[in-house]
């Protein structure tokens, strides 16, 4: 039996042009040539997609969920960033 | 427990309860982390195993068309199969671990695959009751506490509904077909009808996970509730094929809006998931093969992927000297 398994890959897909690349799941395979044909198979049997992105999975750093307040709590204050927050005339409402 | 793991765990049960998802990052009870591992993976699993008894047909399927269809319908198992793999792995197991589970036994996948497909209209049945109890289970998983589970869920929910069309067409142009070719089609449904009953897993009394998995937002409704719709959804669809399901103590039930039905034989249930099934031997094996004929290929293209990496480093580095 095989001992070392395939780097995972994580797989973005744009789903149509003027659209971003969006996330739609991993899979494994032995370089980035073999994981753009079978994120073909697996993620656009239904024409899903008209470009793909394969990442290795081990090249993304993430937030940690720990950090979620720190970095994501000091904009919960800033309502004024809300185009909403301003009221104005009903004159010039749908400014 | 330290007061640390008292808080996330707190948390953890606040969130459930308000509906939100847990992504792979969160903190999590080791519990329901296991659990997940298990009901994913034996998913997965389900996945990959069922590509064998409709696999049996390609080749003798009865038309290039009902050809195409069922090569089609066993490339979105197979894809259902690596979308819940990779799901699974999220919760910090490996690929190998998973497989190694399967191909020694230890890790279970749906006993329905145990039983043999013996012609045709057995295709035909597999799509309309198995994948119509399939989908009867899985649509709740979409809305399952878990991020990754349920968004393969929609996934899979979104190309299963062309399976269990496919099936009911099948069984409709035989039932509509000679009497011999209807007569397959009732063979298929009285072979079919009692374990796809089974998909659902034993009666609530009887199912010692189910609570908990409730409380979790995993399960949405009990086995006994699924089993229950799936019979009032499927009753009706018999009748229009002309077929009769074969369950002598069936009938409609006024006061409780639903079909009554006869007793379910759990001993043909716990024996064919204890391995006694028509089919475990075989496809277990089966699997097996597969995994240990491919071995040279995943080692290849390893080798592969290493010498070309090798290769594009050498050629830069001598761009760059």
Not at chain 1, 1 to 8: N, R, Y
Not at chain 2, 67 to 90: F, P, R
Not at chain 2, 199 to 212: I, L, R
Request: with cysteine; glycine share 6%.
């Amino acid at each position: 039996m095989s001992s070392h398994e395939w780097p995972l890959w994580e797989i973005f897909v744009r789903s149509r042009q003027g659209l971003g690349h969006k996330h739609v799941g991993s899979l494994h395979a032995a370089d980035a040539e073999m994981a753009i044909s079978n994120a073909r198979d697996v993620y656009t049997r239904r024409q899903e997609g008209v470009s793909i992105w394969v990442v290795p999975a081990a090249a993304i750093t993430a937030s940690s969920p720990d950090d979620k307040d720190a970095l994501f709590d000091p904009a919960n204050d800033k309502v004024y960033r809300h185009p909403t927050f301003y009221q104005l005339p009903d004159e010039v409402n749908h400014m | 427990m330290s007061p640390v793991e008292m808080n996330l765990e707190a948390r953890f049960e606040a969130y459930v309860a308000e509906d939100k998802k847990i992504e792979p990052k969160d903190w999590m009870p080791d519990a329901y982390r296991k659990t997940l591992i298990r009901q994913i993976s034996q998913h997965a699993h389900s996945e990959i195993v069922g590509m064998l008894p409709e696999g049996n047909w390609i080749t003798r399927a009865p038309s290039l068309k009902r050809k195409a269809i069922l090569l089609a319908k066993v490339q979105d198992e197979a894809g259902h199969g690596l979308y819940l793999y990779s799901a699974c792995e999220t919760l910090g197991v490996s690929r190998d671990e998973v497989l190694n589970d399967l191909h020694s036994g230890k890790a279970k996948y749906s006993s329905i695959f145990n039983y043999p497909t013996l012609n045709w209209a057995d295709i035909g049945a597999v799509g309309w009751l198995v994948d119509g109890a399939a989908i009867m289970n899985q649509v709740p998983l979409c809305k399952c506490s878990y991020g990754p589970y349920a968004r393969a869920m929609v996934r899979v929910c979104k190309e299963e509904s062309f399976h269990q069309r496919q099936g009911f067409q099948i069984m409709l142009t035989m039932a509509e077909g000679t009497p011999d070719q209807k007569a397959m089609a009732q063979d298929a449904l009285n072979r079919w009808w009692w374990p796809a009953l089974m998909m659902f897993g034993p009666s609530d009394a009887d199912s010692p996970h189910s609570a908990q998995s409730m409380k979790w937002n995993i399960k949405r409704f009990s086995n006994d509730e699924l089993r229950q719709k799936f019979v009032d959804m499927t009753v009706p669809q018999a009748e229009l094929l002309g077929l009769t399901v074969p369950d002598p103590d069936l009938r409609w039930n006024e006061a409780r809006g639903h079909y009554d039905f006869g007793p379910i034989d759990w001993e043909e249930f716990f024996q064919v998931i204890q391995g006694n099934g028509p089919c475990n031997k075989e496809r277990l094996d089966a699997r097996r093969t597969a995994h240990e004929r491919g071995a040279w290929v995943r080692d290849a293209a390893a080798a592969h992927a290493k010498k070309s990496a090798a290769r594009r480093a050498n050629t830069s580095e001598t761009h760059a000297a």
